[in-house]
């Protein structure tokens, strides 16, 4: 079946330290992929996307991710993580026209 | 612009009632969609719209009814309530296919 899987169900970083969260997909053809975030009790804000092109994607608040067709991936790195990046991380594909499929989503705790 | 904006932000429901899920958007998107979220389970797509007078189901639109009859407006109806439709309920717009979806704060509804 075709879906979106992301491993990691719950991260803990400390600040300041480097920060990568994986996603998987298993559809056929190269889907449009996104990442979202979502901080608590409030909606989703987009991070970054990746419809084609390079494949290392730039977001905001210095998230990047790359696309690795060979492995099915878009993972999230972050260099150095910030307190304020503490939330939830859901990892989305728009794999036929308007059907956008996400993640189960990883949550983040940062230590100080 | 407010953007993506839901109503009510909590509602409590009981077995059986009905009720509808409000959602405006003032960016002019065409599409819109509407998700349901559950623990651990990531977002999924009940219903979506791709214009005015245009819906079609998603992934889980049992139990779920829409209606677009402009473009900004897209209202969730809940005909028989059920506790399997206890959930925090998104709504999202875009300007088109693959494009950024803009997601509202969420309604959470609780049916007992």
């Known amino acids: 079946a075709q879906s979106v899987t992301q491993p990691d169900i719950h991260i803990t970083v400390s600040e300041g330290a480097s920060l990568e969260l994986r996603c998987n997909y298993s559809?056929?053809?190269?889907?449009?992929l996104f990442w979202y975030v979502q901080s608590p009790g409030q909606g989703l804000q987009l991070l970054l996307k990746?419809?084609?092109?390079?494949?290392l994607v730039q977001g905001i608040k210095g998230f990047e991710a790359e696309f690795k067709r060979s492995q099915s991936s878009f993972n999230l790195r972050k260099p150095s993580v910030h307190w304020s990046d503490a939330a939830e991380y859901f990892c989305a594909v728009v794999h036929n026209n308007n059907d956008m499929r996400f993640g189960a989503g990883t949550r983040l705790t940062v230590k100080p | 612009n407010a953007g993506v904006t839901q109503t009510p932000k909590f509602r409590i429901l009981k077995i059986g009632q009905s009720m509808t899920l409000q959602c405006t958007q003032d960016m002019n998107h065409n599409y819109m969609y509407w998700y349901r979220q559950d623990p651990g389970m990531g977002l999924k797509l009940i219903y979506y719209s791709v214009g005015a007078g245009i819906t079609d189901k998603g992934e889980v639109p049992n139990g779920y009814n829409v209606s677009r009859s402009t473009t900004e407006d897209f209202p969730l109806r809940l005909e028989l309530a059920a506790p399997s439709q206890t959930s925090v309920y998104f709504c999202a717009s875009s300007y088109g296919e693959g494009y950024e979806q803009y997601f509202g704060p969420g309604t959470r509804l609780t049916v007992t």
């Open positions: 990746y419809f084609s092109g390079d494949t």
């Open positions: 559809y056929g053809a190269t889907p449009y």
